[in-house]
């Protein structure tokens, strides 16, 4: 057996933390976790540091770390705060692997340290790799590390081109289940309240990624990752809406064949190959069952009625930092959603007037990209404050 992998985890008190943690408690043995990051919920994240005998915990939100300092509900773990929190904990040298799955470009910077310290990456940050992909794969490249991919789309593509020759690869197919509003008509998306679009059908997640799940920005961004983690060009990447969220993506090869990753809708699957890899773990729940009765169904995305996946291919073969506009322009706008001061009809439309409306250059490093991102942001908010 392989030594015991020790874990960094941001984001510990979100969804993805709680699967992983799933994971650990099913191979303890194996797994154990010595840092953790939160923001405000610093009873939980207290919890798992008392559980997990956690020496080393990062609080982002500045209130919630001096209650947690005046409370000393931590007992003898250290505190740290904020984004040099994050930094510091992702690169201690008793920790194996950042388990990056706090939302947002806050990541960006402990994910690179990481990565530069020597740390294997399982990551769940979509943003990292939409704005940074350039910068985070010459890092990985560099430090000889392994990014290893947490969502469940690209953990299947991952596991279908195990032992393939790239060159004998045709397409990746990534499902979605199309989301909540999958059968409205136009006319029915008009009246979507944001309480409607922060239910998902299949799923259980953050409301930034249900929502994205309802106008597919969410697989556009899941598009991007795949062109950099498997170096693939959007021509070479598919879209196909499923349902059940069974089959987790497929990969067609020059021979017509195709391999497809089966799995309950639960992230446990993924992260658990994901952490563990090469070596398989054991369950945290039960897999499917043949014996009963099961229907896969597949149709085309519409693009027409959910135009975030169109802007975001245009944006990947446009290159440069057009990605990153359109993740920044597509979270300002569900920011403005949620608000109620835009419709969910208005995402899309904020999305793709504002990569209209601006240039997108090429950044030559990490500065550039994120003053490229600020001014999205600006822009997209003047766009949906006239919308």
Not at 78 to 86: Q, V
Request: with cysteine; glycine share 6%.
């Amino acid at each position: 057996m392989s030594k015991k992998i020790n874990l960094t985890i941001l984001g510990v008190t979100g969804s993805i933390g709680d699967s992983t943690l799933k994971v650990v408690d099913a191979n303890p043995d194996r797994l154990a976790v010595v840092a953790i990051a939160g923001n405000t919920n610093i009873e939980k994240l207290a919890a798992i540091a008392k559980k997990y005998n956690v020496k080393h915990v990062s609080i982002s939100d500045e209130k919630s770390y001096k209650e947690a300092v005046s409370s000393k509900i931590f007992d003898d773990a250290k505190l740290y705060f904020g984004n040099e929190g994050l930094v510091e904990i992702s690169c201690l040298p008793e920790s194996d692997m950042l388990v990056a799955a706090v939302m947002g470009t806050t990541c960006l910077k402990p994910t690179l340290e990481a990565i530069n310290c020597g740390k294997d990456i399982a990551l769940a940050n979509k943003e990292l790799l939409v704005m940074a992909g350039k910068f985070v794969t010459e890092a990985v490249k560099k430090n000889n590390v392994r990014l290893l991919p947490l969502d469940s789309e690209h953990n299947a593509i991952f596991q279908c081109l195990n032992g393939e020759r790239k060159q004998d690869v045709d397409k990746l197919i990534i499902t979605a289940s199309g989301g909540m509003f999958r059968d409205f008509t136009l006319e029915q998306m008009q009246q979507i309240q944001p309480k409607d679009a922060l239910v998902h059908p299949n799923w259980n997640m953050g409301p930034k990624v249900t929502i994205d799940s309802s106008t597919l920005a969410n697989k556009g961004l899941e598009v991007i990752e795949a062109k950099w983690l498997f170096d693939m060009s959007p021509n070479d990447i598919e879209v196909v809406v499923h349902r059940q969220s069974i089959i987790h993506s497929m990969v067609r090869f020059i021979d017509g064949s195709i391999l497809a990753h089966l799995s309950p809708p639960n992230m446990t699957f993924a992260i658990s190959h994901s952490i563990l890899y090469p070596e398989r773990g054991n369950a945290t729940m039960q897999g499917l069952d043949f014996t009963k009765p099961m229907a896969l169904d597949f149709t085309p995305p519409d693009v027409k009625r959910f135009p975030c996946l169109k802007h975001a291919f245009d944006a990947l073969r446009f290159g440069k930092t057009a990605t990153c506009a359109f993740n920044a322009s597509n979270e300002v706008a569900v920011e403005n959603f949620i608000k109620g001061k835009i419709s969910w009809l208005d995402i899309a439309t904020c999305v793709g007037r504002t990569l209209e409306a601006i240039d997108h250059p090429e950044a030559n490093n990490l500065e550039e990209l994120l003053y490229c991102d600020a001014q999205v942001r600006i822009k997209a908010q003047e766009i949906a404050n006239s919308l």
